[in-house]
Structures are given as C-alpha cells and as structure tokens.
C-alpha cells in the first residue's frame, strides 16, 4: 500500500482529497504555491471587485464550443455605412428622387442582410440589445432595399416609391414601430455602454421624426431625422471600432463609457474572463 501510494498524483490546489491531513510527500497548497514560484494568492470571498479576484483561476484552461468575435463589430459597422447614405440623402445633402434606385443594392446587403446576420449570431453571444436591434434594424434595411428594387425594375409602380416632401402615410407607419422599439433598446443598451446607447437613441428620434415627416409631408422633420441618421452612424462607426480594436489589442484603445469602470480607461481590460492565458490551447486567434 506504501509503494501504491507513491504513485499516486497529487491533486490540484485546492482539490478535495477525502482527508484531512495531507498525503505523505505532499506540499500543502501554501507551499505548493511558493515551490512553484507563482505567488499565486488565495482566492477572496465572493462579491470582491478588484484585480486579483480570480488568480487562482486565471492561469487554467477554459474551452469554447464554438467562439466568436462580438456580433456588434459587423452590425455596428453595416448600420454606420447604410445609415449615413440614407440619411445624408434624406437631408437633403445630395441627390434627388432617382437616388434610392442607386442605393438599395448596398443598403439592402451591407445594411441589411449583413446586420441581420449580425443580430441572429447576437443570440449565441448571449447579447439581448444587438439581438433586438440588429436583427429590426437588418430588417428594415432590407425592405427599405426592397421596395426601391421592385420599383428600380418595374415589377412596383414609380408610385410606390417614397418622395421627400410628399405625405405617404404607409411608408410613415414603418418608422413608427421602428422608433419605439428602438427607444426601449436604447434604456437596455444603457446597461452595457453609453456609446451604443447613443447610437439607439438618435436612430429612435431620427425615426420619429422622420414618420412625422412621411405622415405630414413636411420636409423639416425629414431633414431633422436624416441629420440624426447621420449622427447615429458617425456615433456606431467609433463604437464598432472601439470593439475591434479591443478584440485586436485585447484592451481598451477607444473607451465606449462601459458600465464596468476599468473598461473605459485606455489599456484597460473590459472583461476578466476565466481562462487561460494565451487564449484557447490549439487556436490561432486573429488573421
């Protein structure tokens, strides 16, 4: 039984080995942890919030199923390009009628099928508001593409297509929801950072002015909602870079105003995750 005994591993720091006394010719985990020259400290009770809270742990392995980079980089990035041309257009900034017959093919991709993917990978990174908002956002890019493609080959009547200026209720009623909605995205994102916070609040007013405008055939709101537009898409182009940039450095290079306070000052690290640390054993991360 001695011998047996011997050959015997030792359990990890920490493990539970059914006894109270420790085997013969085993360090205690105090010991262990000096001999090995890692330093590293007990772990302290739970609710602590200051580096350090996870030493013990930080060194060890975590596994992914299925990793992936945060749905919000490419999401971000479609809505910036797709709103800032309609809405550079609907503020009268260039253009004219036949404009949207030019647009619609990136706005209906970019804008729309690329957010929308976007949002449907939101539900496997576990994030509600990118979820909600690609995933309304990606859908409304879509059919705004749609409708100018019917139109564009003849399959619709020029009638159909929305002209600044000119009351068409119909389409007024597709900004409607889309303000609502998007205003209760803007309160959730208020958990996360106060970057995309803005980017959902100014697309929600954009969008209700813009349906007053549609409603009343009134050119000011129109002009008001596209400004607004824009603002929300210079507001998401930082945003989704500030998120790459972090994926990239694997620290903050641009703060976003997170709610977690070491995230917003530049080098600082976002998360804290329990993992090892060069990443996931047997990956390659980055291109």
Known sequence: MARRREH??????GEHTGSAMPAEGMATPAHGAA???????????????????????????????????????????????????????QAGWYGGVG?????????????GIAQLLAG???????DGVATAMHGMWGTFFIGWGLLFLLVSIGAA???LAPVLGTAYQGFAFWF?????????????????????????GCL??????????????????LTTGGWLFVAASAIALYAAAAMMFASSFGRTILPTGMIRKGANIPGGRGVRPLE????????KIGQ
């Open 8 to 13: 015997q591993s030792a359990p990890m720091p």
């Open 176 to 200: 409607i929801p889309l303000a609502v909605i998007t205003g209760l995205g803007a309160l959730a994102a208020l958990g996360e950072n106060l970057m995309t916070a803005l980017v959902w």
């Open 120 to 126: 449907l990978w939101g539900y496997r990174a576990r």
């Open 276 to 283: 090892y640390r060069q990443g996931e054993p047997g990956l």
């Open 35 to 89: 001999a090995q020259g890692q330093g590293a400290a007990m772990a302290p009770p739970r609710g602590a919030d200051q580096a350090g809270e996870h030493a013990l742990w930080e060194d060890r392995t975590r596994v992914f199923l299925q990793p992936i980079a945060s749905p919000s980089i490419l999401g971000l990035f479609g809505l910036a390009a797709a709103a800032m041309m309609v809405g550079a257009w």
């Open 99 to 111: 404009t949207p017959l030019i647009l619609w093919p990136f706005v209906l991709t970019f804008g």
């Open 204 to 221: 929600a007013v954009g969008a209700g002015f813009t349906a007053a405008g549609f409603w009343a055939g009134s050119t000011w709101p």
């Open 157 to 159: 009547p020029v009638a």
